[in-house]
């Protein structure tokens, strides 16, 4: 359950004090303005296609109860609260901001005298909390303050900066995130968009009008998918024409995802807005984006799947000893899925180790720990093969199915292990990663890692002495040091760089005698092919020239048959 908090006192500081963005609607006293935003929010949750149980105080203080059919993360819960506050200045976070937070429920006595009454029909309240809200209503509602959660992240550090930031949606397509959600185009452009007809004084031509049409609505809050429903349903049938060309079918399909990625560039400043987590290649043709879409959104479901699965009893037991090294090697799966856009695998375990932290003998003997689990993680499609790794299949644990539903992660970039964790450890570094700008104490931090509270306290020790976490009056924050300073201070990165180097050369290696033995495998047959005397010592000279045997020095590789699995 969402529970807000609709509290006059701030109200009365928003109308007084200037914060927030309602100040027209909070003038008619602060009583008034609760009870505005408490209409907006249940239209917004309507909007996204959920319900909402409302109450209302005899001071006029007012809740919200926004009920999910299925448990949520608690800290998900928190952040989307402070989220909502920022948009709504009458809301206090405080029922959502710790464990033992409570809030009355429709019906109860009020400190003050009377009574807590509904202010919605009686039939209306049995059907919000009869059947609540599902997983699509969740999704949406995090989408919709999808800003707002990046300016709580960054409130202790932000020092008045609410910008929004470029992020990836589920479909790995960049949108910038907009303060109060996506708002309409000017009329100018919003003309534009719907007649495709143009001020030639302002626009040169087609391509600078249709530019400005996707920069406005990326600056506004909006995603290429909005974009695309809006031209799908004739209200953008302008844009369309803007894109036609007699001689090109499909013009707009080939150059619209391509001019979105500009537009999000131009209105964000930054000069590299990438399509996906790794490099804007354009010489390839364009892939399908529907298709592209549910591949992304089944990675990052399956990212939650491991989270759900570090959670689960039975899986960690047969973890035993290992436990973290998997959940380290099942990041780096996930951030290796994410760059290459598929759910099917091919990286060898040395490129894996490199951002695990780990060697790539553990991550070898990890890999074959997951794949010959019951109702696994992974899936082995194909074994390594000449200079072909092992081929993987993510999948989503039949057990797991349905609380990844409703732990739909948000939109983003998917990070492994940080190379400085080699030396501080792979403990610390899954607690770093759930710290943040907001204090937490040492338990809420446990629970988040899904570390047992000795592990979480030992580590939260080893990243402060390295001002990677701080210690304030509410708990535990991310520090203010840099990962790659400490990784140089503490060797780690030299450490990294080295193994880097060797197992490019146990690349180089191997791929050198594999060209050899085909070489070999092809060349011309002689006459002297065949079995060879055991008298004639020139035999074995030519029979050294014909197949190459290299030292051990030489070349590192290839795999005996009992360490396959290790395979670069």
Not at 512 to 530: C, K, M, N, V
Request: one cysteine or more; glycine letters at 10%; proline letters at 6%.
């Amino acid at each position: 359950m969402l529970a807000l908090d609709l509290d006059v006192a701030r109200a009365d500081r928003a109308v007084h004090g200037g914060a927030g963005r309602h100040h027209h609607e909070l003038r008619g006293g602060p009583a008034a303005g609760v009870a505005v935003q408490a209409g907006e929010l249940a239209r917004l949750v309507a909007r996204c296609g959920g319900r909402v149980l409302a109450d209302v105080a005899p001071g006029g203080g007012r809740h919200v109860f926004v009920l999910f059919a299925a448990a949520l993360p608690w800290r998900e819960l928190r952040d989307l609260a402070r989220a909502i506050a920022f948009r709504f200045p009458a809301v206090d976070p405080a029922p959502m901001a710790s464990l033992g937070g409570q809030i009355s429920p429709p019906g109860s006595r009020h400190k003050s005298g009377g009574w807590r009454l509904l202010t919605m029909p009686p039939e209306d309240a049995r059907a919000a909390a009869g059947r609540p809200n599902g997983a699509g209503v969740w999704a949406a509602l995090l989408a919709e303050f999808a800003a707002e959660l990046q300016q709580a992240e960054r409130a202790p550090e932000s020092h008045g900066d609410d910008r929004a930031f470029p992020e990836l949606d589920d479909a790995g397509v960049p949108w910038i995130p907009r303060s109060g959600g996506r708002a309409r185009l000017g009329a100018e452009l919003d003309q534009v968009a719907r007649t495709g007809r143009w001020d030639r004084s302002r626009y040169q031509g087609r391509s600078e009008a249709r530019m400005a049409v996707l920069a406005a609505a990326s600056a506004r809050g909006w995603q290429l998918a909005d974009v695309r429903a809006a031209v799908g349903s004739g209200a953008w049938t302008g844009l369309a024409a803007l894109y036609e060309r007699r001689s090109e079918p499909g013009r707009m399909t080939r150059l619209l995802p391509c001019e979105w990625r500009k537009a999000v560039g131009f209105v964000s400043g930054e000069k590299n807005v990438r399509h996906r987590p790794t490099s804007n290649r354009t010489s390839r043709p364009p892939a399908d984006e529907p298709a592209l879409a549910a591949e992304y959104g089944l990675i990052r479901a399956w990212l939650t799947a491991a989270l759900v699965a570090a959670e689960d009893p039975e899986r960690v037991r047969r973890w035993g000893g290992r436990v973290i090294a998997v959940r380290l090697v099942l990041l780096a799966l996930g951030q290796a899925a994410m760059v290459s856009g598929s759910s099917v695998l091919e990286f060898g375990c040395r490129n894996l180790a490199l951002h695990a932290a780990l060697s790539h003998r553990t991550v070898a003997r990890v890999l074959e720990l997951l794949r010959n689990e019951p109702d696994p993680l992974v899936d082995l499609v194909s074994r390594r093969q000449a200079a072909r790794a092992d081929r993987y299949q993510l999948r989503i644990p039949a057990a797991y199915a349905e609380s990844v539903r409703w732990r739909r992660r948000r939109a983003g970039r998917v990070d492994a292990i940080h190379p400085a964790f080699l030396v501080l450890g792979g403990t610390a570094g899954l607690v770093h990663q759930v710290l943040d700008g907001t204090e937490a104490r040492g338990a809420e931090v446990a629970r988040a890692a899904r570390l047992s509270p000795t592990a979480t306290s030992a580590a939260l020790r080893v990243l402060a002495e390295h001002g990677l976490a701080e210690c304030g009056r509410g708990g535990w924050r991310r520090g203010r040091a840099v990962l790659d300073d400490v990784a140089a201070s503490t060797g780690a990165a030299e450490i990294h760089r080295e193994r880097a180097e060797r197992y490019r050369q146990d690349r180089e290696g191997w791929r050198a005698r594999l060209a050899q033995y085909q070489a070999a495998r092809h060349r011309p047959a002689s006459e002297r092919d065949g079995w060879l005397s055991l008298d004639d010592p020139d035999e074995y000279d030519f029979a050294a020239c014909r197949w190459p045997v290299l030292a051990d020095d030489a070349v590192r590789g290839p795999p005996s048959a009992g360490s396959a699995r290790e395979s670069a």
